[in-house]
């Protein structure tokens, strides 16, 4: 990762170096730096930098434990509701399930698209019919949708939810129907791998 290279070089280093030296603006950085922070693949201290966090310093343990695995060893199980529901139905699956992100699927449970929150906020405030109004009328559809298959390697998942400023990626294999979501990666997988893959080396 480019970003960890510069910091073993140059730490400590402050983000305003970093987006210079990386050609990007300090905002662009910043959800890319908090996740690495959130990861303890960084540290960091007010008015003096970001340096190389505890998670890295593990000899690279950790951090080559997780540069060999795939998402398939850490995908989550999604949740999904089928393309027909209504939006009322989406908002009461985010609550009754906890999630961020619903994955929505066809009658022959094949991916059509993902909703979140704020998709459901956009269509309901101050229109109080919008509730009946099917879900897949305000997913966002695939394939305009980042995702990763089983076999790819956890640091590419991560490397898109970074680039894309994604809390989630669906795993999707194909199938006869067309594209099936198997799974799920989440910033919340990641993180607690990340803690499991660190407190196994110490």
């Not at 199980?77 to 906890?98: K, Q, R, Y």
């Not at 449970?109 to 009946?132: E, H, R, W, Y």
């Not at 099917?134 to 991560?158: F, G, K, L, Q, W």
């Amino acid at each position: 990762m480019e970003i960890m290279d510069i910091v073993k070089q140059h730490a400590p280093i402050t983000g305003e170096q970093l987006a210079e030296l990386l050609g990007v603006s300090r905002p662009t950085l910043r959800s890319d730096l908090s996740l690495l922070v959130m990861l303890g693949l960084l540290d960091a201290k007010p008015k003096v930098g970001y340096f190389l966090g505890n998670a890295y310093r593990q000899d690279n343990v950790a951090l080559q434990g997780l540069k060999s695995m795939k998402v398939r060893e850490v995908q989550g199980i999604p949740v999904s509701i089928g393309e027909g529901l209504s939006v009322h139905d989406a908002v009461v699956a985010l609550f009754t399930e906890n999630a961020n992100t619903l994955l929505i699927v066809g009658e022959q449970k094949q991916f059509m698209g993902i909703v979140t929150p704020k998709d459901l906020l956009k269509v309901t405030l101050g229109n109080a019919s919008a509730a009946t109004i099917p879900v897949s009328m305000v997913m966002t559809r695939y394939p305009n949708i980042v995702t990763v298959h089983p076999d790819d390697p956890v640091t590419e998942a991560i490397r898109k939810m970074i680039a894309h400023q994604l809390d989630c990626l669906p795993v999707l294999e194909q199938a006869e129907g067309g594209a099936e979501a198997v799974g799920w990666v989440t910033k919340t997988n990641v993180v607690h791998l990340l803690k499991d893959l660190v407190t196994a080396t110490e």
